[in-house]
């Protein structure tokens, strides 16, 4: 599961660089999503950009990864495909994240 | 082009990966675009992972055989295992999770079933000799 990460002082940047967050490799998808948010920023942008694929046990990994950041941090969500946009309004979880166009649209809102 | 798809292969994440991946290429080839393949995708995903992680219980030894055809303005699936039967031998309900909650609170599962009942019609569950047997249609979204 390749995860980069990118920090400034108050956001960091998570770049998914799969194709698919689906049954086979959720609980990796979880696990390193803890290692590289275990400190940081208070707003954590997760872009999923270059993702085509989610599946239920992927949605249930990002809700665990939202979890894992504790009550005083936020995660978002930024670059959704066509695919997984429809798993977050068929479930209803794009009213429990907030939902970014891109990367650039979430740093202009967190900017200053 | 062939009218139908059938495959079969074991119950195994990574063999369901690639069977998802030969039905979207076998769908794009039969000329289905728009949000077709997508959602026939993420229903199989959700119905052929459980079968893996339920029927066949993480054995990995178990058969699964997908199948797929046109029918009317849309696309008809049959899902075969011999895996163990549904709990109660019925589909499990069209529930939506509850998200109105505090944060910690918020499901890491349950998302499945409802996705299927939403993206799917004619969804029919029968067991037969010691087999189960999964039937609905993926419709376009203007045909439905």
């Known amino acids: 599961m390749d995860l980069q990460s990118s920090e400034t002082a108050d956001m960091q940047i998570v770049t998914v660089n799969e194709a698919r967050i689906d049954a086979a490799v959720a609980i990796r998808f979880k696990d390193r999503m803890r290692e590289v948010t275990g400190t940081g920023a208070p707003h954590v942008i997760l872009d999923l950009a270059q993702v085509d694929f989610i599946d239920s046990s992927g949605l249930g990994a990002i809700v665990a990864a939202m979890k894992q950041l504790g009550a005083t941090r936020r995660l978002d969500l930024a670059g959704l495909s066509a695919n997984v946009d429809r798993v977050f309004r068929l479930t209803r979880m794009d009213s429990v994240f907030t939902i970014h166009d891109d990367v650039a649209q979430a740093q202009a809102v967190y900017a200053g | ?144």
């Open chain 2, 1 to 144: 082009m062939p009218e139908s798809f059938r495959l079969e292969f074991p119950s195994e994440e990574l063999a369901v990966r690639r069977a998802l991946e030969r039905l979207r290429h076998w769908l794009l080839a039969a000329g289905w675009d728009g949000a077709v393949p997508g959602k026939v995708e993420l229903v199989l995903g959700e119905v052929l992972n459980n079968v893996v992680e339920h029927a066949y219980d993480g054995k990995m030894d178990g058969l699964i055989v997908l199948s797929c055809r046109a029918r009317g303005a849309g696309l008809a699936f049959d899902v075969k295992d011999a895996g163990r039967e549904m709990p109660g031998l019925a589909l499990p309900k069209r529930r939506p999770a509850k998200l109105d909650c505090a944060l910690d609170d918020l499901p890491e599962g349950g998302f499945g079933w409802f996705m299927v009942h939403e993206l799917t019609e004619d969804l029919a569950y029968h067991r037969v000799a010691g087999r189960n047997a999964l039937t609905f249609s993926v419709i376009p979204d203007d045909q439905r």
